[in-house]
């Protein structure tokens, strides 16, 4: 099993600057990406940013310019600095690491962080 760790969040006044963490600890073997997600109430899950092992990273349109996704050099802790931030950033915020064992690819989740940002 994979266990993630995350920390950070709370609250912040829009226009403010949050960073969470993700710890990545347990059978970690090959992991292909490290990303953050995120729910807002009464909606689905959605991608904030991943960060691939070979170094790309991707960000969703709303995060671009304004979140930076990065990693350790152990690779397993994945960093998500949120400036600028707008009340509609308010969610929770999920580690998610994906990682190949034996060809098959298997998800991991951690419990999710609040994130709020006042207006």
């Known amino acids: 099993q994979v266990q993630l760790v995350e920390s950070g969040g709370g609250l912040v006044q829009a226009g403010g600057s949050f960073g969470l963490s993700c710890a990545a600890s347990g059978n970690i073997f090959n992991i292909n990406v490290m990303a953050w997600y995120r729910q807002a109430p009464g909606k689905q899950r959605e991608l904030v940013a991943n960060?691939?092992?070979?170094?790309?990273?991707n960000y969703a349109d709303s995060a671009k310019g304004r979140f930076t996704i990065s990693r350790d050099n152990a690779k397993t802790t994945v960093f998500l600095q949120m400036n600028s931030l707008k009340p509609e950033d308010t969610a929770v915020y999920y580690c998610?690491?994906?990682?190949?064992?034996?060809?098959?690819?298997?998800?991991?989740w951690g419990r999710g962080t609040q994130v709020t940002v006042s207006s």
């Open positions: 960060h691939v092992s070979g170094g790309s990273t």
């Open positions: 998610n690491l994906k990682q190949t064992v034996s060809g098959r690819v298997y998800d991991y």
